[in-house]
């Protein structure tokens, strides 16, 4: 959108806005006229976090999570468990994983699932990476936590395969009923893969 | 459950009446659907009889309700061509079509709704104004797949005879929709078929390319497998079933025992050598191991797979994967000839008509529960003898709309047994006695 009745930063602004997903040309607008508006400080607040954002983050050499530090604050972790290693898909993954507080051990981050459709291989992800790091680390165990989606899937059996060599113990999440949920809601597929995986009361 | 005013409707034995009498629409709801601006429309049990000139709408309103039911539009590829552009454009950017039927079923009552929502702006690919479709049952989200049995019709179109003289495809997609209003588990099962069959797809193109490498090609044939054997098994099952049904309506109620047709299922556990017009003898044979074993998911299992090592160097140079279900077809013998090469077109309708009589039987087999029966325009086609036989199907139903431009083509009888509405430019109104 190119209006010659906006001036040359305004404009800026809201096609800046524009490219980020779910942000609309009005949603854009929106926002930049709304940070004109307000006092100075939301603004400059604004722009500083942006680029501390880009310039005081990387990703950790160890797991490649994003980090301030190097290695990664989980890393350089002594007290959680150093033989268990859980895959994950994006860093988001991790927060949650950590939300829940029921894990201690590594993560590695891959920063992708496959998917030939996307043009996105196993080159483009942190396989390699993980492949080097479990044939010279000394886990007992890999949790393969990617998402129950097909692209999560394969990518699981991918490293399933790259990983076999090792000789590491794979596991994978189980897959069943929400707690808090209702059994009537839940979907045929989930319900069956409960049933699969019942457990001993 | 009886409505009053249903006993004058001609039901013989209130045995039989209460056995088809449950699943039916008590009101539809349409905004900027097609040629209806807004709809509001209460529907009482029974046959139902829409008429009215063309292009007032008659068709529309069986389109909703079978959209209502598949998610699928009979005819139209994208969802774009189901919105109401007229009556959109005056209101905001982002505008909501919207279907809602309020079904009365054997388990109570329930609210089904899908909406159709504009995104912001132009789709990127082609300029077009692009769609998301959202689903509601009991006014809850849900996937699109899971609005899917809620509501299930049977549709008879004057175009269906393409059922039998059309591609591989239409008889696919025909299959499709009928199974995943019955079976939830196939219609997801199917959907992460597809999905595999893409993703491997891409990847065979890339190693073709060799821009990759082929160690992850285990992985998608493995899935591919795993999900194409449960629909190869289900299918097999589910034409096997409708086949015997197709067959005894076509022989004992069709032609009075005069003309008997064969329906085969052709599953491609097996590369086709000359394409689609290759001999066909393999694909029955398969199909025939295919009823004996449909059963036993690791035999299907190892013959598919056996099938896909055999066709993968074809397949990395095509750039696709040439054999699995969604490559699958069946067809129609009529004398032990192919009924869509040698029959007559006498003979390929009652085909379809005969079909499509099992597929209500069937479905009232499966559920317990007679089907809606939508039927557009068809009855004009058929000689008195099919006609009867059809109407006998519409008033054993608990709930059957008709359209026709003619409604002197119906008996005195049919009409008293039924509701008759006027269609005229997007307005239903009941006629009254």
Redesign the interface.
Known sequence: MVNNALPRPVQQLINEFSRLPGI???SAARLTFFLLRSGGQLALDLSVALQELKEKTRFCSICFNITEEEPCLICQDDTRDKRLLCVVEEPLDLLALERARAYSGQYHVLHGA????E?I??EDLRIDELVKRVSEGDFDEIILATNPT??G??TA??LK?RLADTGVRMTGLARGLSVGGDLE?T???TL?RALDGRVDL | MLESGHSQKGWTSPQESLRYLFMHITHLSLTNFRNYGRLELDLPLGSILLHGENAQGKTNLLEAIYYLATSRSPQADQDSQLINWDAAEAGDSVVVGRLIAQVATQAGSRHIEIRLIQE??LSLRDGQRSFRRQALVDR?KV?LM?LLGNLRVVMFLPQDMQIVTGSPSERRRYLDITLCQID??YC?TLS?YN??V???N??LR?IGEGT?SQ??L???S??LIELGSRIFARRSLFLGELAREAQRVHYEELTKGTESIRLRYLPRLQENGSGSRGSVGPLIALSEWLQENQMDQPAIQAKFSEALAAAQANDIARGATSVGPHRDDWRFWINGRDLSRYGSRGQQRSAILALKMAEINWMNAATGESPILLLDEVLAELDEHRREMLLSYVLKSSQALLTATDPAMFTAGFMKQSTSMTVSNGRVQPDDD
């Open positions: 609309g040309s009005k496959i998917s030939p459709i043009g291989g196993p097909l692209e899937e394969s059996l991918y395969r809601y979907d045929e597929i069956g | 912001q702006g809850r996937r899971d939830p588990i997801r992460g999905k595999t893409e993703q491997r891409a990847l890339q990759s160690d992850l285990p992985v998608y493995d899935k």
